[in-house]
């Protein structure tokens, strides 16, 4: 009877925490004092959400996704921006001097080009709107914006235009947005045109680093996606789970998290 009421405490518990986080509470502090029990606790609640696949952990906090939801490039760039600057900081370092360099679409990418913009003399090639009107400011960057349609969404470019520029291109460093990321079905995107540029990238490239926040980690039923392989590695922050980095790992992919 007693294990009965304790079990069905936890569970009332981790529903009240679900709640919470649909509700935009964030935070291991914040969740503790709403739910009235310790912090050590709630951090114990929300790696088994994790590893149920009920919600993914963030820098700091968790969220819940339930389902595939491509954000706005506005709506994401309000999120986790101590992480992605974090990821940015530390991608910045890998970048030899004088390189050509390839910077994806995304917030996180944006991120990275804030740093490269202090980093010059660099030949960056992007496929985002907002990397490129940032970059073509700068004195000593050579910007080339990659062709083709605009994703009303994440306003980065793909199709066929951007095949046949990426044909004529080479790269000593790729970095990668991911709308999410398994281990065992790679980065998932909203469409199939975007995971083939990534693709078409990742063959030009000398080396390729996914830039993806502990949020883009949460299992998600994304509509396409690209395998990641050995030759790849991902940088993100400190919310992601031992367990899940060991998942990546046992594949051949490094995760490294920062901070």
Not at 40 to 46: A, I
Not at 104 to 123: I, Q
Not at 230 to 245: K, P
Request: net charge neutral; aromatic share 4%.
């Amino acid at each position: 009877m007693a294990e009965t009421r304790r079990r069905r405490s936890t569970e009332e518990r981790h529903e009240a925490l679900l709640t919470l986080l649909r509700g935009g509470a964030d935070g291991v502090e914040t969740l503790a004092d709403q739910v009235g029990v310790s912090a050590s606790t709630v951090r114990r609640d929300l790696a088994r959400l994790q590893r149920e696949g009920r919600i993914a952990r963030t820098y700091g906090g968790a969220l819940v996704r339930e389902v595939f939801h491509e954000r706005s490039f506005g709506e994401s760039a309000q999120l986790f921006a101590g992480a992605k600057a974090a990821i940015a900081a530390e991608a910045a370092e890998l970048v030899p001097a004088e390189a050509s360099v390839f910077v994806d679409a995304g917030t996180t990418c944006l991120a990275l080009a804030r740093v490269l913009a202090e980093r010059g003399p660099l030949t960056v090639t992007t496929r985002g709107l907002e990397a490129a009107l940032l970059l073509a400011r700068v004195p000593g960057l050579r910007v080339i914006m990659v062709g083709g349609q605009v994703q009303p969404l994440s306003h980065g470019v793909a199709g066929a235009l951007s095949e046949v520029a990426l044909g004529r291109l080479a790269f000593d460093v790729a970095f990668l947005g991911a709308d999410t990321l398994d281990a065992e079905r790679g980065l998932g995107e909203p469409t199939v045109e975007e995971t083939y540029v990534k693709e078409l990238v990742a063959g030009r490239s000398s080396r390729v680093v996914v830039l993806a926040d502990a949020s883009k980690f949460a299992p998600d039923n994304a509509p396409a996606w690209t395998r990641l392989t050995g030759e790849w590695s991902v940088l993100t922050d400190d919310g992601v789970d031992d367990a899940t980095v060991a998942r990546f790992r046992r594949r051949g992919i490094r995760v490294v998290p920062v901070g």
